[in-house]
């Protein structure tokens, strides 16, 4: 039997859980009992209207003024000595949803109408399960009482009798007192049908035939409830544990899941990667199940109900732990041991709009888990895309076509290359480098090589890679540039007379100032170099050509030079390289000429100075 009410007792409290899940709060309704009824239904307290109790969160009401217990004759009525009572009642005037023809049908809108009618048949199942209840009382009432009637007649000392009635007189109902009609006290009307003991036998009688109707009734009603219960479970098969809620908050109160419980979540940013339990507090009420943490992060499973310590709480590793008269047991070292298995990849991305459902499916405190149920957006009209000109984001996939394909249905990105692939060698000419750099030989000079016959293009192809880099020049000029040649106008050859014209000059080239210099001959004729060290080494080169020429100038800086050395390769007259002039910004020239490879012959002109006008 589903559970729709909650019971407790006042113990000068405040705030009162409740189990049941429902779909609005004005379907919970709360009641006191006193004075020997559970009285008027309490109100619901408003921004407006300061009234009896209002929710502290989802699954907690909290009165005003703390609830007394109830007295000692209430408690002799009730039985269970609760006087507090809180119960589901969803109004099943209408639907929670209606449906229009041409409107969206919302999956949290269906679930809303299944769930109402799931709820109404189960607060009405236990309503009739009351009433066969109470029948069944009834009809016990009824048996003692035609037992106690009959006793009473069986206990008088005479029968009903009838006194004997003259002609046009009523006859007188009579007991006689002392069981053989004639002495004794006689009771007048005393077994009469309306009077007296015949009066507690007829009703006896009705009271017993009204109990047996009332089970009758009741049985067909609990035939009826479980036929709609069943069906309604055919489409719903879970009950909804909570709506709209954190599921951490769930363990912000004593009410910790139990097994095959399923909760609503309104927004995955609701949803953590782990579900994490509530921080230990004093002198809190903690039952079997209940998750909580230390002060060190620790997660210990409470597993002998009670009331926490004013201070403390549970430490070490222990499986039974004692916390004034909870009992807890180690579970983890970090918080958040129940995690979400079946989770979506990836996991829905809604920041708000969305509602997921999770199911607790352990509850034997060691293994806890939850699994992921489904999930749906709560308004379809903003949350799915338009069938008009739809702006969808992120990857979003279609069936692919096979190749060849000519209709209006998409064309996946797989869908192209595989119709290229499919044309290409048929109706599409395949990849050709060659092909593709004669596409670039479209404009300027270069678009010649397009008008070329098939022969010329045969002549080309051995063209060797030097040969190639002449086509793409645009004029003569260039065409001496790639080839290193000189203007054109009477260039010099090596065989044959040439007569120079013009200006033929070879500037020098800086040398870096060091005490070890070595000369690279390939780079120029002519050196200069500004002295910087006091002593200076002319290595022997290697890059000299036979026949070359030309000269070497020699400043001294702000530190000179007056002996520099020479390696062997370079030859002065007597086989002694001369002294410079150490003077500042005095100027030495040694002119040379190669006669072969590793004889560099050298004449040096020292301290050349301007002539005075």
Not at 285 to 311: I, P
Request: net charge negative.
């Amino acid at each position: 039997m589903a559970t729709t009410e909650n019971l407790h007792r006042g113990n000068s409290k405040t705030k009162f859980s409740f189990i049941f899940p429902y779909l609005n709060q004005s379907d919970v309704e709360v009641y006191v009992y006193s004075g020997g009824s559970w009285g008027t239904k309490k109100t619901l307290k408003t921004e407006e209207d300061d009234n009896d109790y209002f929710f502290a969160n989802a699954t907690t009401i909290e009165f005003n003024a703390a609830q007394a217990d109830p007295s000692a004759e209430d408690e002799a009525l009730l039985g269970d000595k609760k006087n507090i009572k809180i119960k589901r009642n969803t109004s099943g005037d209408s639907l929670a949803a209606t449906f229009y023809p041409g409107s969206a049908i919302r999956a949290g809108d269906l679930n809303d109408n299944y769930t109402q009618n799931l709820y109404v048949t189960q607060e009405a199942s236990n309503l009739v399960t009351d009433a066969n209840t109470d029948a069944a009382a009834a009809l016990t009432k009824a048996t003692a009482a035609e037992t106690d009637a009959d006793a009473s007649i069986l206990a008088t000392d005479a029968f009903v009798a009838k006194n004997t009635a003259a002609a046009g007189e009523t006859p007188v109902w009579v007991v006689r007192g002392n069981g053989d009609g004639t002495s004794g006290t006689d009771s007048t009307d005393a077994s009469d049908p309306q009077k007296g003991v015949g009066k507690a036998i007829t009703d006896s009688a009705s009271a017993l035939a009204k109990a047996l109707e009332a089970i009758a009734d009741a049985d067909n009603a609990v035939i009826t409830a479980d036929a709609a219960a069943d069906s309604v479970s055919t489409v719903l098969p879970y009950a909804i544990k909570g709506t709209a809620q954190k599921v951490q908050d769930l363990f912000g109160t004593t009410d910790s899941p139990t097994v095959d419980d399923i909760y609503e979540i309104t927004s995955t940013a609701d949803l953590p990667v782990k579900i994490l339990s509530a921080a230990w507090a004093s002198g809190t009420t903690y039952k079997v199940n209940d998750q909580r943490t230390n002060d060190s992060g620790k997660l210990y499973l409470c597993t002998g109900a009670g009331t926490s310590a004013g201070s403390g709480g549970p430490t070490g590793t222990g499986s039974s732990i004692t916390d004034n008269t909870v009992t807890w047991k180690y579970i983890a070292a970090a918080n958040g041991i129940w995690t979400i298995s079946g989770v979506p990849d990836p996991l829905p991305t809604f920041s708000a709009g969305i509602t997921v459902k999770l199911k607790y499916t352990s509850g034997d405190g060691t293994a806890s888990a939850w699994t992921w149920q489904s999930y749906h957006a709560n308004n379809p009209e903003t949350r799915y895309a338009a069938t008009a000109s739809p702006a969808f984001t992120g990857t979003p996939t279609a069936p692919t076509a096979g190749t060849s394909t000519e209709t209006t249905q998409i064309a996946t990105t797989a869908f192209v290359v595989a119709e290229i692939a499919d044309e290409v060698g048929t109706t599409v000419q395949a990849y050709d480098a060659d092909l593709t750099a004669l596409s670039s030989c479209q404009t300027g000079a270069a678009a010649a090589l397009a008008l070329l016959t098939s022969a010329e293009v045969e002549v080309l192809d051995g063209a060797t890679a030097f040969a190639k880099t002449i086509l793409d020049d645009a004029d003569a000029g260039a065409v001496r540039t790639t080839i290193g040649a000189g203007t054109g106008n009477g260039d010099a050859t090596k065989a044959g007379t040439n007569a120079w014209t013009g200006v033929n000059s070879n500037a020098p080239e800086d040398l870096t100032p060091g005490t070890s210099i070595t000369i690279d001959f390939s780079t120029s004729n002519n050196f200069k170099l500004t002295t910087g060290h006091g002593t200076i080494q002319f290595e022997n080169p290697s890059t000299e050509i036979e026949g070359q020429s030309g000269s070497i100038f020699i400043t001294q800086g702000s530190t000179t030079c007056a002996a520099p050395s020479w390696g062997d390769q370079f030859i002065f007259a007597a086989g002694a390289a001369p002294s410079l002039t150490a003077t500042e910004h005095a100027i030495a020239r040694i002119d040379y000429i190669v006669q072969e490879a590793g004889k560099i012959h050298c004449v040096a002109t020292d301290n050349l100075i301007a002539i005075p006008s």
